[in-house]
């Protein structure tokens, strides 16, 4: 059964850690007309890879280094202008600091220690969308440019429908910094045993953004696909979902945890938590972008109501199929349901960057296809 060709684009403008004692300046209720945006769930950094300034939950810390740039995103839904005040505060010393919005820098020179707002300037806004606003170091006479936490915007373009991440309830900073996923759901005959499910990835290049997840075959009991772990690092990686509803695996019962059956050479395997909990595999491999790479996965209830769920990997340059995992699954009898891909970002501090996968030539087929690979 053949399905569908499809391109997925994750854009990311929806909203670690170095401990401060600088005050911070409460954000209090306001008119419609009167935003208060705190940058540790609205912002990231830019900029060389230094260690001179990052984002916290309470905003921008240990701001040391000039090259190290900060951007906030916005969405405006109504034209107008605004003004937009700035609350850094610095200890010893005074700084000069660029705010840059729709094409316009303006300067502020902050000083002294307790942090309250600062008038920088106003802007107006011809059209609505995210509004990108930076913060860049020009000038220092002290160690830090500024510890800020908050941007304040008032005026006739900002309304209710002004969109950014309020507050960190729920951990959102963490949440909204991450960005968005983006979801393809597959349509099966509900009247259809789907056994096995083969996907084909492309990421173009250029497109293979550390923290991406770039997710081919997903089913209601698991995922398996292929990320960007780190610069140095990149997984094929494929998880089943415990029965037990948990975050934390030791939670897990005995007679619920994901069983593993058998794995291919060179695959790690264990438990994973945090969101859910079951078994998970991975094998370290240095896939390319560019290259188009297959995933296939099997799903088998036995008479022990188990299912058997196995993943199968095939590399290009490898030229072969090869065996990720095979995981038995408890209180589970079912063929695969619920068929999905996704694109998703892991890594807040990159959750500002678009990236893009290439789904093609899927298939599913039910239990009469015989053999195994």
Not at 12 to 25: K, Q
Not at 234 to 251: A, E, M
Not at 290 to 296: A, E, V
Not at 310 to 338: C, D, M, V
């Amino acid at each position: 059964m053949k399905l569908t060709i499809l391109t997925f684009t994750l854009v990311s403008f929806l909203f670690r850690g170095f401990s401060t004692n600088h005050p911070i300046v409460k954000l209090s209720a306001h008119n419609a007309d009167t935003v208060f945006i705190p940058l540790g769930g609205n912002a990231w950094r830019t900029g060389r890879d230094t260690s001179g300034g990052y984002i916290t939950n309470t905003g921008i810390a240990n701001w040391t280094d000039r090259d190290v740039k900060f951007t906030t995103y916005v969405r405006l839904t109504k034209k107008g202008n605004f003004k937009l005040w700035i609350s850094p505060s610095i200890f010893p010393g005074k700084s000069t600091i660029a705010i840059t919005a729709l094409k316009t820098t303006k300067l502020v020179s902050p000083t002294g220690f307790v942090q309250k707002y600062q008038f920088v300037g106003e802007w107006t806004v011809t059209d609505t969308g995210y509004l990108p606003i930076q913060i860049k170091g020009i000038a220092k006479s002290g160690y830090t440019f500024a510890a800020t936490n908050s941007i304040k915007l008032a005026g006739s373009a900002i309304n209710s429908g002004t969109a950014f991440v309020k507050n960190n309830e729920g951990n959102f900073f963490y949440w909204g910094r991450r960005g968005p996923s983006v979801h393809l759901g597959y349509l099966v005959p509900d009247n259809l045993h789907a056994e096995w499910f083969y996907n084909e990835v492309t990421v173009p290049k250029g497109n293979d953004v550390t923290g991406s997840y770039f997710m081919a075959d997903g089913f209601a009991e698991g995922y398996f696909g292929m990320q960007v772990n780190s610069s140095a690092e990149r997984r094929i990686l494929f998880s089943v979902w415990s029965p037990f509803k948990t975050d934390d695996p030791k939670q897990i019962p005995g007679d619920q945890k994901i069983i593993m059956l058998k794995k291919g050479a060179n695959v790690h395997a264990g438990e994973f938590g945090d969101e859910g909990s079951g078994g998970q595999s991975y094998l370290v491999y240095n896939w390319k972008p560019g290259n188009t790479y297959k995933f296939l996965i099997h799903a088998k209830p036995d008479q022990n109501n188990h299912t058997v769920y196995t993943a199968y990997f095939f590399a290009t340059e490898i030229g072969k199929w090869q065996l990720i995992a095979s995981f038995s699954r408890p209180q589970t009898n079912t063929y695969l349901k619920h068929l999905h891909s996704f694109l998703e970002n892991f890594d807040p501090d990159q959750g500002a960057i678009t990236r893009e996968v290439l789904f093609t030539n899927q298939w599913v087929a039910d239990e009469n296809v015989n053999g195994y690979l």
